[in-house]
């Protein structure tokens, strides 16, 4: 019987760990930890984390991460996610071949726009753990001092691609956009919104801007490429909100 425990990491800060994560990675007899061709600082990321916080030593297996391919997206993530759950289940036998806990880091909270759960779901005969993680939505409220939604208004948490296809959600006060490789808000009248945003949140490299989003967005949308050029990855999500009228 093989245990996998989907470990919330937050956004990279050993810091931002919780006790029961770190109890976690610590009781693992094995932790996957995926390589992306265009992104291999991630893989040192989770590197770092574990050298910051295991007290024993803990396996580590690496593997390189499927990557998507199809013109239709769903059928494409659907492809995507099986040639993950079998690159998982390579690692089980060829690591624990008798069974145990692996363990795997998910950026942020593993319940929260995330398709690891839905990944772990194609492992037959797998028991599934979840340690919730600190939110990138947490961390971006927190590092501008606000709060999440405003006095008894709604919050929609959204991504790039439907703010793309759809605009902004009707009777929405305030959006969270997550997933946006693209700047989606380009495509929104800017009147009345203003927009928080953070890349490397709680990281030493952390990038925040706020205003209105007619000034702010075309800074972010500058500064993203900037930031990618100069660490080889990026992270960042925003949030939006309509000001009253």
Known sequence: MITLQLIGIGTGNPAHLTGEAVAALNAADLILVPRKENAPDLADLRRSI????????VSIAEFDMPVRAGEDYIQAVHDWHDAI????????????????????????DPSLYDSTLRIAARLAGAAVRVVPGITSIQALTAAHAIPLNPLAGAVTITTGRMVRSHGWPPGADTLVVM?????????????????????????????LDHGPL????????????????????????????????
């Open 179 to 207: 997933l946006d490789g693209g700047c989606a808000f380009q495509t929104l009248d800017p009147q009345g919104i203003r927009i928080w945003w953070g890349a490397y949140l709680g990281m030493e490299q952390q990038a």
């Open 85 to 108: 759950a079998a690159a998982w289940t390579a690692a089980f036998h060829a690591h624990l071949p008798c069974g145990g806990t692996a363990a795997l880091l998910v950026w942020g």
């Open 50 to 57: 574990c050298a910051a916080v295991l007290t024993r030593p």
């Open 214 to 245: 007619a000034e702010a967005g075309p800074r972010i949308v500058a500064a993203r490429p900037a930031l990618r050029a100069r660490h080889g990855w990026i992270m960042d999500v925003y949030l939006l909100r309509k000001e009253p009228l």
